[in-house]
C-alpha cells in the first residue's frame, strides 16, 4: 500500500503545527516513516487520503468501541447541533447523561463532566487534596493520566516513546508531591504510605493498566490498595479513562469487586468527543465547588454535542447486555489467532489481555510492570508495526500501547488480522 499523499500532508502540516500533529503520540516517532492522514472512518475501518482501506485497532484511542461514525451517535451529534452548539447554561442533557452514568457504575452518587481525560485527573486530585487536607500523591510508574504537572514526574506512553520521562516545563515544587511506585508491586506502596505519613491524599491508578501495553493487575493488587487507603485515610482513585464503560458496564469496579473512591472517566464515555468526567460518592464531590471548597470549572463543560454523543454511547452499551462479553469474545479469538501464528514463526512474544484490550509484547518473559514493559524488542515491534501497515491493519504506532477492540469487528476481519500477522512475522 501506498501512503504518499498522508506523506505530502505530513509535511505542510509539519510546517504549522509542531511536529505536525496535535499529540504526540501520532506522530510516528518510535516506528519511523509519517503518520496517516484519516479521511473518513467507518465501522471498523479507516479511509485515508490515499485512498486505502485499513482495519483500525486503536479506534481513536478507545472511544469507538461500537466502531466509527456509529449511527446514533452521529444522528444524536446532527440533532443536537441544529438546536445550538453551546450556551454556557445547564441543559436537562448533562442530568440525564449524569444519571446513566451514575446508575451504571457502582459505588458513585454524583458526577462531573470536563472536556479530556486530562481534566479528569487533574481534578481528581485537587479534589481529593481538598478533602483530606493533604498534598501528596502517589502514581505509578508507566501509567499515564494526562498530560497535567502533577503526573508528568514518569509518564505513561507519549513520554516513554520520546525518552522524556520527566518533561521540562513542571516544576520541583510540583515533582515533590508525586511519589512514584511500581505496578503490582503493594510492598513498594506500603513502604511509600509509611515514609509519609499523614501527607498522602490518594492513591491514583489505571486499575487495569493500559498506557505501556495492557497490564492486568495481579491477584489482590487493588484490594491491596484499598485496604492500604482505607487503613491510612487515603483516598483511592481509579484512573478508568480507558476501561470505563469498556471492560464492563460498570468499570473494573464491578469486574474486580473493589470500590474507588474516584473514579475518573474519558474516553469511551464521551462517544468520540471531547468528554471527561470524574465521580464519586456524595460526601466527596460536594466538597466541589459551588457546593464546597474545591475549585474547578469549564466554559464547554458539559457541552450539548458532547454530552448527546456520550448519551447515546452509554445507551447503546447499556441496553445491549451482551456487548461486553461479544467484545471479550472476539479479543480472545484474536490473540488466539495471534498466540498461534507467532509461535509457529518462532517469535518471542507476550500477549497480555483483558476484555478487551490486548496488547503483543515482543519479550518472551511475563510484562507486570513498566520494567518488564520496557524490556520488549522495539526493533521488531517497528517492523511488526509497518509490516500491518503494508497490509492495511493499523495499530498504534508504539510498542507501549494497548489496541482497542471494537464490537464493529466481524471474525472475517480478525482471521484477516491473523493472516497478515503470519505473513509479517515471516519477515521478521
Ligand atoms: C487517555 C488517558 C488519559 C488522558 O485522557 P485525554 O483525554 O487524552 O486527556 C488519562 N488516563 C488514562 C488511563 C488514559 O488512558
Not at 472536556?115 to 500523591?137: H, P, Q, V, W, Y
Not at 503526573?151 to 508525586?178: H, R
Not at 470549572?297 to 458532547?306: C, F, Q, V
Request: with cysteine.
Amino acid at each position: 500500500m501506498l501512503y504518499k499523499r498522508s506523506s505530502q500532508l505530513f509535511a505542510e502540516a509539519e510546517k504549522v503545527i509542531p511536529g505536525g500533529v496535535n499529540s504526540p503520540v501520532r506522530a510516528f516517532k518510535s516506528v519511523g516513516g509519517t503518520p496517516i492522514f484519516v479521511k473518513s472512518a467507518k465501522g471498523a475501518y479507516l479511509y485515508d487520503e490515499d485512498g486505502n482501506r485499513l482495519i483500525d485497532y486503536i479506534n481513536s484511542w478507545g472511544p469507538m468501541i461500537l466502531g466509527h461514525a456509529y449511527e446514533p451517535v452521529v444522528e444524536a451529534v446532527i440533532e443536537k447541533a441544529k438546536l445550538g452548539t453551546s450556551f454556557g447554561m445547564p441543559t436537562e442533557l448533562e442530568t440525564k447523561i449524569a444519571a446513566l452514568a451514575v446508575d451504571m457504575v457502582p459505588n458513585i452518587d454524583k458526577i462531573r463532566f470536563v472536556n479530556s481525560g486530562t481534566e479528569a485527573c487533574m481534578s481528581a486530585i485537587r479534589l481529593a487534596r481538598g478533602f483530606t487536607k493533604r498534598d501528596k500523591i502517589i502514581k505509578f510508574s508507566g501509567c499515564y493520566h494526562g498530560h497535567s504537572d502533577s503526573f508528568l514526574i514518569q509518564a505513561g506512553s507519549g513520554a516513554i516513546t520520546f525518552g522524556t520521562p520527566n518533561s521540562p516545563g513542571v516544576t520541583e515544587g510540583t515533582a515533590k508531591d508525586t511519589l512514584l511506585a511500581s505496578y503490582n508491586d503493594l510492598e513498594n506502596v506500603k513502604t511509600l504510605i509509611e515514609a509519609n505519613k499523614n501527607e498522602i491524599a490518594a492513591i491514583i491508578v489505571e486499575p487495569v493498566a493500559g498506557n505501556m501495553g495492557c497490564i492486568p493487575p495481579k491477584e489482590g493488587f487493588l484490594q491491596g490498595l484499598r485496604d492500604l487507603c482505607s487503613a491510612n485515610g487515603i483516598l483511592l482513585i481509579f484512573d478508568e479513562v480507558m476501561t470505563g464503560f469498556r471492560l464492563a458496564r460498570g468499570g473494573v469496579q464491578e469486574l474486580s469487586g473493589v470500590d474507588a473512591d474516584i473514579v475518573c472517566f474519558g474516553k469511551v464515555i464521551g462517544g468520540g468527543l471531547p468528554v471527561g468526567a470524574f465521580a464519586a460518592r456524595a460526601e466527596i464531590m460536594n466538597y466541589l465547588a459551588p457546593l464546597g471548597p474545591v475549585y474547578q470549572a469549564g466554559t464547554l463543560s458539559g457541552n450539548p454535542l458532547a454530552m448527546a454523543a456520550g448519551l447515546a454511547m452509554l445507551q447503546a452499551l447499556d441496553s445491549d447486555r451482551e456487548i461486553f462479553k461479544r467484545l471479550d469474545e472476539k479479543t480472545a479469538y484474536l490473540a488466539a489467532g495471534i498466540d498461534r501464528v507467532l509461535k509457529e514463526n518462532k517469535i518471542a512474544f507476550t500477549i497480555n489481555r483483558v476484555g478487551s484490550m490486548i496488547s503483543v509484547h515482543f519479550d518472551a518473559n511475563p510484562v507486570f510492570d513498566f520494567k518488564s514493559a520496557a524490556k520488549g524488542d522495539n526493533e521488531i515491534f517497528k517492523k511488526f508495526f509497518h509490516g500491518l501497515l503494508q497490509e492495511g491493519i493499523y495499530i498504534a504506532p508504539s510498542a507501549y500501547e494497548t489496541w482497542f477492540i471494537t464490537d464493529a469487528l466481524t471474525y472475517e476481519d480478525l482471521d484477516f488480522t491473523i493472516q497478515a500477522i503470519a505473513k509479517v512475522s515471516k519477515m521478521i
